[in-house]
């Protein structure tokens, strides 16, 4: 928590780029919302008389909607990528700033290539923390806080089908991302050792070559760089079967929606146009 405290204050100079961001990002979801409700009503409006008129009324003002969204869209990744660029520059710049500070005994204690892997490889993950992340969290609020009572609104019991398989889902996520996480940790720990290795071989080129030392060099450089290979494919693997398990863990509920919505459509207890636009709110939760 102390870090992330400590993180936290690397956002005060761009507060007013972080709400903006935000802003933004809300305004992209209320007006993609906006599409399945103008599409649900336009199924059943033109169920009951269709008129050129009608179509071109509701196929304009999705597009408008759609273009507003797009527009927000854009201009949140603008904003907040770019602020996450800016955070970026700044840990870096005390990063250096700390190295220059510290004693010598230090830098004895602690292998340049690590140093070096830190500067570049972990600094980059976490602007993928300032940007990216902070932008896909609050889209994922903001659309939960906004389609779940819309979904409520048309039926209750048909939303609550939703929530069947979720429990596998959280353990599914659960298990597979801390398998993820643990794996992710340990090959940035390597990719410090192959930075450390290959910085030890240009700053002792010379000695290298003077003992004949290339061949072994090369083939030792080549065993950690395989090494390396084989722990991020192992790390694919295990990121190749989550997401198809989620994915068919989520399709089981939406099943079971379709199901039941469908019986519902046909009894009269929903309309065909209120049974789409729940479908089109269920994809954008999904």
């Not at 100079?13 to 409700?37: E, H």
């Not at 004895?108 to 140093?115: F, N, P, V």
Request: proline share 3%; with cysteine; charged share 20%.
């Amino acid at each position: 928590m102390g870090d992330l405290k400590k993180f936290a204050r690397y956002f005060r100079p761009y507060k007013t780029s972080l709400t903006v961001g935000i802003l933004c990002i809300f305004l992209s979801v209320v007006s993609g919302l906006l599409v399945p409700l103008y599409v649900g009503r336009a199924v059943d409006d033109l169920r009951a008389d269709v008129t050129w008129r009608k179509i071109t009324g509701y196929a304009l003002t999705i597009l408008g909607v759609s273009a507003v969204s797009g527009v927000f869209l854009f201009l949140q990744r603008h904003i907040l990528i770019g602020m996450s660029r800016h955070v970026e520059y700044d840990l870096r710049q005390d990063f250096f700033a700390h190295l220059q500070r510290l004693p010598v005994s230090f830098f004895h204690e602690h292998r340049t290539g690590d140093l070096m892997a830190r500067a570049t490889n972990d600094l980059a993950a976490v602007r993928q923390l300032a940007g990216p992340m902070v932008m896909y969290t609050m889209q994922t609020v903001f659309v939960v806080l906004i389609v779940l009572p819309l979904m409520l609104r048309i039926n209750v019991r048909l939303t609550l089908l939703l929530f069947v398989t979720m429990p596998l889902v959280s353990l599914t996520v659960k298990f597979f991302g801390q398998q993820v996480h643990v794996r992710f940790e340990k090959i940035q720990e390597f990719f410090s050792r192959i930075s450390a290795r290959a910085q030890e071989n240009f700053s002792g080129v010379r000695v290298v070559r003077a003992y004949a030392q290339e061949g072994p060099e090369i083939a030792a450089f080549k065993q950690l760089n395989r090494e390396y290979a084989d722990r991020n494919l192992h790390l694919v693997r295990i990121s190749a079967v989550m997401r198809p398990l989620i994915q068919f863990l989520i399709g089981l509920g939406q099943v079971l929606i379709l199901w039941y919505g469908g019986l519902l459509a046909i009894r009269g207890a929903i309309t065909p146009g209120e049974f789409v636009e729940l479908n089109l709110y269920l994809m954008r939760l999904i």
